[in-house]
């Protein structure tokens, strides 16, 4: 049976704050009115989690092993029965009196993103890493995107399980989900929220998961609009090559020489490549808008 809103919170060894979480998140959905379920997935945690969140009154799956924050997220999609899923993360980082300022825009907008202020308790160093983040992701989408790693949304659950196939096992599918929502044509709001210092010791590992954060985006972009991309480099590329010919024939009385030649070439091939893709990337959109 359909119900209103599916809470989705996905949890490795965070028995020490889940049932607080499970325990406001069910007062402030009482005093909405709506019909909801609180989901914990539990991803293989070593300690009691599953337990506590049973207990705090949440229904709970449990991974086998640890596989991965977005796979974990991934099958509390899969098993929800809301029409909207609001996805929040298990370590206290997000404060459930913001979820109704979420739903709010539901009927306006197909997701809704919790964005951190600068007020938020965060490492500098991740703000920093953000908003780096939330450059190149602007340059993509072609929107000025405000936190593109926030794990706090709410979204409507037919659009979400578009992107499963996309989505990531890691920490990086809010990332994944956040671009591609976007270059697909959906709607996007931000609500500015205010995040805690997580309880317990971070999951994220700044280098490995920083790199694979970079990785995601690209590999979107490359998905959803390859030219963003291509084109670029591609510029670049022969941008170097005439360059160095002038440059040769100008300071070293030298010929234009084959290292021009092949970056020139280089750039074509590049840019027919992109050109390639942007192509393969209008048909897969449209039998996709064909299938819906």
Known sequence: MEIDVSVIIPAFNEASVIGEIIAKIRSTMDNLKLSYEVLVID??????????????????????????????????????????????????????????????????????????????????????????????????????????????????????RQFLSLLPNTFSYPTTLTMAVLRSGYSLAYVPIKANRRTGKSKIRLLRDGSRFFLIIVKIATLFSPMRVFLPVSAFIFLTGVGYGIFKIIFLDGRYGPTSAMLITMSVIVFMVGLVSEQVSQLHYDRNEKKD
Do not use: W
């Open 43 to 160: 991803d293989g945690s070593k300690d009691d989690t599953a337990f506590k969140a049973r207990q705090a009154g949440a229904t709970v799956f449990s991974h086998p092993h640890n596989i991965g924050n977005g796979a974990a997220v991934k099958t509390g999609i899969r098993r929800a029965r809301g029409k909207i899923l609001v996805m929040m993360d298990g370590d206290g980082q997000h404060n459930p009196e913001d979820i109704p300022r979420l739903l709010e825009t539901m009927d306006r907008y197909d997701m809704a993103v919790g964005a951190r202020t600068g007020d938020s308790d965060t490492y500098f160093h991740r703000n920093i890493a953000n908003k780096l983040y939330n450059i190149f992701a602007s340059y993509i989408c072609k929107m000025k995107i405000r936190d593109l790693t926030s794990g706090f949304r709410a979204i409507k659950k037919d659009i979400a």
